[in-house]
């Protein structure tokens, strides 16, 4: 803020006094953190590809200007200077390096789309996949919406799904075998 360097503890912004030298790091490290997750940004987004490529190029400027003044991200120095930021980890994903430090190459995100936008599943062609879409869309069997992706009755489904899928007794709801068959059974 306003040139210098602050750290948030809970509510408080507190000011941080470093040398030059480390200062000028740190803020060379938050410009590619703050290109980072603007990349990011972009890519969950789905915004067109030029754009992407746009800030990729500004992404591998910063990393090589800085890289180039101050070593990797991932050497000892930059590490323990920035290890209190909560961006530390995404920074130090950038760089894929070997058991001795060396860079053997940088990541994905600076040449490629590594990020797309959620998509909906929307159909499937069997009840077994129906089950696994609805697990993962709405935490359980979801019966009807089972019935839209697969093309298939509810009956059909039951059917289908025979063994993985019960009908619990005590609420009238299909549930997957694990989740049916866990817990005090006999009662």
Same mark, same amino acid.
């Given at each position: 803020?306003?040139?210098?360097?602050?750290?948030?503890?809970?509510?408080?912004?507190?000011?941080?006094?470093?040398?030059?030298?480390?200062?000028?790091?740190?803020?060379?490290?938050?410009?590619?953190?703050?290109?980072?997750?603007?990349?990011?940004?972009?890519?969950?987004?789905?915004?067109? +590809?030029?754009?992407? @490529?746009?800030?990729?190029?500004?992404?591998?400027?910063?990393?090589?200007?800085? &890289? #180039? !003044?101050?070593? *990797?991200?991932?050497?000892?120095?930059?590490?323990?200077?920035?290890?209190?930021?909560?961006?530390?980890?995404?920074?130090?994903?950038?760089?894929?390096?070997?058991?001795?430090?060396?860079?053997?190459?940088?990541? +994905?995100?600076?040449? @490629?789309?590594?990020?797309?936008?959620?998509?909906?599943?929307?159909?499937?062609? &069997? #009840? !077994?996949?129906? *089950?696994?879409?609805?697990?993962?869309?709405?935490?359980?069997?979801?019966?009807?919406?089972?019935?839209?992706?697969?093309?298939?009755?509810?009956?059909?489904?039951?059917?289908?799904?025979?063994?993985?899928?019960?009908?619990?007794?005590?609420?009238?709801?299909?549930?997957?075998?694990?989740?049916?068959?866990?817990?005090?059974?006999?009662?």
């Amino acid at each position: 803020f306003d040139n210098d360097i602050y750290y948030r503890e809970g509510n408080n912004m507190v000011l941080q006094q470093f040398n030059k030298n480390k200062t000028t790091r740190i803020k060379g490290m938050i410009e590619i953190s703050e290109a980072l997750r603007e990349l990011i940004k972009l890519q969950k987004e789905n915004y067109p +590809d030029e754009h992407i @490529k746009a800030q990729q190029d500004k992404l591998n400027t910063l990393y090589d200007r800085f &890289t #180039a !003044s101050y070593g *990797l991200l991932s050497n000892h120095n930059n590490k323990s200077i920035f290890r209190f930021d909560d961006t530390a980890a995404l920074l130090l994903s950038l760089e894929n390096i070997d058991e001795n430090g060396n860079l053997l190459s940088k990541a +994905d995100i600076f040449t @490629k789309r590594t990020i797309y936008p959620y998509q909906p599943i929307t159909s499937v062609d &069997t #009840a !077994s996949e129906a *089950l696994t879409v609805s697990i993962s869309e709405r935490a359980g069997v979801d019966l009807a919406f089972m019935s839209g992706l697969c093309s298939k009755s509810e009956e059909e489904i039951i059917k289908d799904l025979e063994g993985v899928i019960f009908e619990n007794p005590l609420t009238a709801q299909y549930e997957t075998a694990d989740e049916y068959l866990s817990g005090n059974i006999r009662k």
